[in-house]
């Protein structure tokens, strides 16, 4: 399965924890992704401010929905309906379940790459079991991957630890990255960048910063290095309330362009192979 690129606004906060916020970050993004400072070419020379290569969908409205995760579903499948691949802009990170609940069928072999400072994979979190803390427990009881890696944790806790063994998730804290580790990732991928994942040096508009993550050229370079199709991706947990000059919506923008890139030539050659370990 692979699509045309289409950009999919989740204006949604209502399982966020906390602070609430990240319903403002898709415009904030696409703001950013049009501003005249910059353009819309990736690394890869590949033009992504092209309408023709790219869609936008608008947002999904949450006006009349009855039920929030029902109305992102229908959204997404109708972006799949159409021939398109959804690229996520916004929303605290439940939205990644619906999201996948409607893509899964679509792909029978699929591979989450979940960039985050946290595991979101509480079982119930506050007596919210569709928290924003709770997606990835959802998504793995539901089947919905068949492998599940994330990259940059640093707030696992022994309730998440067990989580992460009764699952069989692959876990690359931040002591491993720093020794070398990277994910290897083979065949059709979703991408899920929970923005705080960066440190909060290249993404300071989170609701929960956490200081030693990774930077935004590491999180670059592994999309750049993805061999399988990019079948979906969302960029969640922006917060323009906490932003400074807007730094956070332009890093959102360049990680949403090289999605899009990847997307547009899934068999374009990467640059360079990821691999697991110090190699």
């Known amino acids: 399965m692979n699509g045309t690129p289409t950009i999919l606004g989740i204006p949604y906060d209502g399982s966020s924890s906390f602070l609430r916020g990240a319903a403002d970050a898709p415009n904030a993004i696409r703001k950013a992704l049009r501003s005249p400072s910059t353009n819309g070419w990736t690394e890869a020379l590949l033009d992504t401010s092209d309408p023709a290569a790219v869609r936008d969908a608008g947002d999904v409205d ?12 229908e959204a997404v499948s109708r972006i799949l309906d159409s021939g398109g691949s959804p690229i996520s802009l ?20 699929l591979t989450i790459l979940h960039f985050d400072a946290h595991p979101d994979i509480h079982d119930t979190f506050e007596g919210d079991p ?14 919905l991957c068949d492998r599940l890696v994330q990259a940059g944790i640093r707030t696992m806790n022994p309730l998440q630890q067990r989580q992460v063994e009764r699952f069989g998730v692959e876990v690359i804290d931040m002591r491993s990255w720093v020794s070398g580790r990277r994910p290897i990732v083979e065949g059709p991928v979703y ?9 909060p040096a290249f993404a300071p508009g989170v609701s929960h910063p956490e200081p030693g993550g990774l930077s935004t050229r590491d999180i670059v370079t592994v999309l750049q290095s993805l061999e399988g199709p990019i079948v979906g991706a969302d960029v969640v947990e922006y917060n323009p309330a906490r932003d400074f000059n807007d730094l956070t919506a332009y890093v959102c923008a360049k990680l949403v362009k090289e999605l899009v890139g990847g997307m547009m030539a899934p068999a374009r050659p990467r640059p360079h192979a990821v691999r697991s370990g110090s190699d």
């Open 62 to 73: 949450f006006e009349d929905a009855f039920d929030p995760r029902a109305a992102i579903g």
């Open 90 to 109: 916004g929303g605290d990170h439940s939205v990644t379940f619906p999201i996948l609940r409607a893509l899964r069928p679509r792909c029978p072999q």
């Open 130 to 143: 569709y928290s924003h803390a709770c997606p990835f427990a959802r998504i793995m009881e539901s089947g």
């Open 191 to 199: 991408v899920s960048i929970d923005v705080d994942g960066l440190d």
